[in-house]
């Protein structure tokens, strides 16, 4: 399995085609830790204020089915069509700004920062600072273009699909988490072509987030719906499950240049356990979350998470009998000795519901993206090809 030549043909005016922007020569920056910017909304055309923050949340509450990078590039689009910009690099300048705005005010930055990276690529190529002509003229094409390359990015969940339910067979067993609405639209798709006459029967074991709960119970529904036999697990029974596997499918925030991923947390022990049982491990991912980041472990993300959050006091939280528990247990006063005498600083509590882990590249089989079935090695000449 490998790459297709044409994964990344820059995109020109009615042209059919990726939905990556053309490569340019040139270093582009890669993606950083979160920088602090100052507050940056823009004034628009009709002298108002336009916070890109608040239009991107609006435009994820409008579509549910909306991925972070495409509603990034669109509260893009949107800034552009209030802006006061006269000129290209005006223009440049103005996305860039409020891209490291945007990046800077979500906690989870490192999915959506891959669409403002490729859109501000597709526009240092459609905006030459040399250019001539009507400037409005030259904006307008823009837009045009920027909406193609929105409705090419959501074309995407339907191409992967058609290329992944081949790799369900009939009696098949296939685990899957985290509520990825990618995954959940292929397997439906393999369980429209069972019911079309196919002769694709399967079953599902679907792992249950639950800092995901609601979306993860819409798909387990919906699979369902379709005469699709599923079960719900815990993440602590999933090593136990393993045996009844045959093949596990996850989603991606973002794949990463050395093929590896990051994704909702667990999915990272769930591929150290298919690698260990020999079951092959698939990511179903759009090629719009490519971002040009390379972790060389877990802690290396460029994101602040609080998933190992160490106490010396009891939340407020607990239950009357986890309090009964609790009553049992020697207090930090009544064990001096561990702490010696220094006073250990409660910390506040955080949820981890939204974090992230990273699989690396050795425990996945292949990526399926709306270009081609993809393996990891692949990953890097996809970026490489975009990028340079």
């Known amino acids: 399995m490998g790459k297709k030549a044409d994964a990344s043909r820059p995109l020109t005016p009615g042209e059919e085609g990726s939905t990556t922007p053309p490569p340019l020569a040139g270093h582009p920056p890669a993606l950083h830790r979160m920088a602090t910017v100052g507050n940056a909304p823009t004034m628009t055309s009709t002298g108002g204020a336009f916070d890109i923050v608040e239009t991107y949340h609006r435009l994820l509450a409008e579509d549910p089915d909306l991925t972070m990078p495409v509603a990034a590039i669109e509260a893009l689009i949107e800034m552009l069509m209030h802006s006061q910009a006269v000129t290209v690099m005006e223009t440049l300048d103005l996305v860039k700004a409020q891209s490291d705005y945007l990046k800077s005010r979500i906690p989870n930055s490192i999915s959506l920062s891959a669409g403002t990276d490729l859109f501000q ?105 379709k005469g699709v036999p599923v079960a719900t697990i815990s993440e602590g029974a999933v090593g136990y499950s393993m045996g009844k596997v045959d093949l596990i499918i996850v989603g991606a925030e973002g794949v990463v240049e050395n093929g590896g991923i990051i994704s909702r947390m667990g999915t990272y022990q769930i591929a150290q356990l298919a690698k260990a049982a020999g079951k092959p491990f698939y990511v179903t991912a759009e090629s719009h979350k490519f971002v040009r980041l390379y972790p060389l472990g877990q802690y290396d993300l460029g994101i602040e998470q609080k998933v190992i959050d160490f106490h010396t006091e009891d939340d407020d939280i607990l239950s009357v009998e986890e309090k009964k528990f609790a009553d049992r247990t020697p207090t930090k006063d009544e064990r001096m000795d561990y702490f010696e005498n220094t006073q250990i600083a409660k910390t506040q509590t955080s949820s981890a519901a939204g974090a992230v882990d990273f699989t690396p590249p050795a425990l996945i089989s292949a990526l399926i993206t709306e270009s081609g079935v993809l393996t990891p090695s692949a990953v890097s000449e996809e970026l490489i090809s975009v990028w340079y």
Request: hydrophobic share 40%; with cysteine; charged share 20%.
């Open 121 to 225: 690529r597709y526009m240092i190529s459609s905006l030459k600072p040399s250019s001539t002509g009507n400037f409005e003229t030259v904006r307008q094409h823009l837009l045009t273009n920027g909406r193609l390359f929105v409705t090419r990015a959501k074309d995407a969940r339907q191409r992967i699909a058609a290329y992944g339910k081949h790799f369900i067979r009939d009696g098949s067993v296939v685990m899957t988490q985290g509520g990825s609405r990618v995954v959940g639209n292929l397997l439906s798709k393999a369980a429209d072509a069972g019911a079309s006459g196919g002769n694709v029967r399967f079953k599902v074991i679907y792992v249950m987030n639950e800092g995901r709960n609601a979306e993860c119970k819409a798909i387990v529904s919906l699979l369902r719906a």
